[in-house]
């Protein structure tokens, strides 16, 4: 008896789509993109901190040129500009004298106490009432 054999019906290749990878390999593709994400964010935050100090600086650079600052202190524009830093020392003895002379009250504070110092007296104006009228 013999058996004759049919030919198997040759089953077609399935056909993998784009979809199927990318879950098949979602983990490692998924962290790069977290990864990614995570970056992009970081550097946007750093150069928004950036154009936040560049505008504080300037602003502080702009003051030095104030007319009314430089009428407090009794100095010239070129005075006030032209004073490097290392006659700060010196002129820090003159402002104390010139606050006992004339009953002020003289602070010195770090950076940021003078921050915090600054924003609690804008926090208690704010908090005052104002008359309707004025």
Known sequence: ???????????PRPVI???????????????LLDALATLLTLMLVAVAAMGVLNMVVLDTCERVRDLGIHKALGMTP???IAMP???????????ES?????????CQTGLF????????????????????GA
């Not at 008896?1 to 089953?11: D, G, H, K, L, V």
Request: with cysteine; charged share 15%; proline share 3%.
């Open 1 to 11: 008896m013999t058996s004759q054999t049919t030919p198997i019906a040759r089953r």
């Open 17 to 31: 789509s784009s979809a199927a990878l990318w879950t098949a390999s979602g983990s490692g593709t998924i962290l």
């Open 78 to 80: 070129w005075q006030t």
């Open 85 to 95: 830093r290392s006659n700060l020392r010196r002129a820090q003895t003159i402002v």
């Open 98 to 106: 010139f606050c006992r002379r004339h009953g002020l009250t003289y």
């Open 113 to 132: 106490e003078s921050y915090a110092q600054a924003l609690r007296h804008l926090h208690a104006v704010g908090r005052t009432p104002c008359s309707a």
